[in-house]
């Protein structure tokens, strides 16, 4: 079986096309090893940092950019989403705190990734 992806660990973007015959990758487009070994990860278990906002109440804006603090499987990004665009956070938060402990047994952790004090009313 072969797959192509984009190579996205330096600016060029090479095109990649992963084979698999037996257990062993075969990575063709590539300009340098970095984009073999992406390539093959990419194949074999796809896995992405998750951005996104949390609602919270109370601070000085109404949603609080969160970050995952490791890749996570790219499989498992849509549930994730979904967990956090059903939580309401209270202000005040500080960067870095752990919004959610290891997100849909994941074994990440998905942190703040500012401060948001509490609105002065």
């Known amino acids: 079986m072969t797959s192509e992806f984009i190579c996205i660990v330096c600016p ?16 063709a487009g590539n300009e340098c090893p970095r984009g073999e070994k ?12 998750l951005t996104t906002t949390v609602a919270i109440a109370g601070g000085t804006l109404p949603r609080l950019p969160v970050i995952s603090a490791e890749e ?14 059903k939580m309401k956070l209270s202000a005040p938060v500080h960067c870095g705190d752990i919004i959610v402990k290891n997100i849909c047994d994941t074994g990440v952790d998905v942190v703040a990734s500012r401060s948001m004090k509490r609105k002065e009313e």
């Open 38 to 49: 992406h390539g093959i990860h990419e194949y074999q278990n796809p896995t992405r940092m």
């Open 72 to 85: 996570i499987p790219k499989i498992r990004i849509k549930r994730c989403l979904e967990v956090l665009y």
């Open 12 to 27: 060029n973007s090479c095109r990649l096309m992963v084979a698999e015959n037996g257990g062993k990758f075969t990575v």
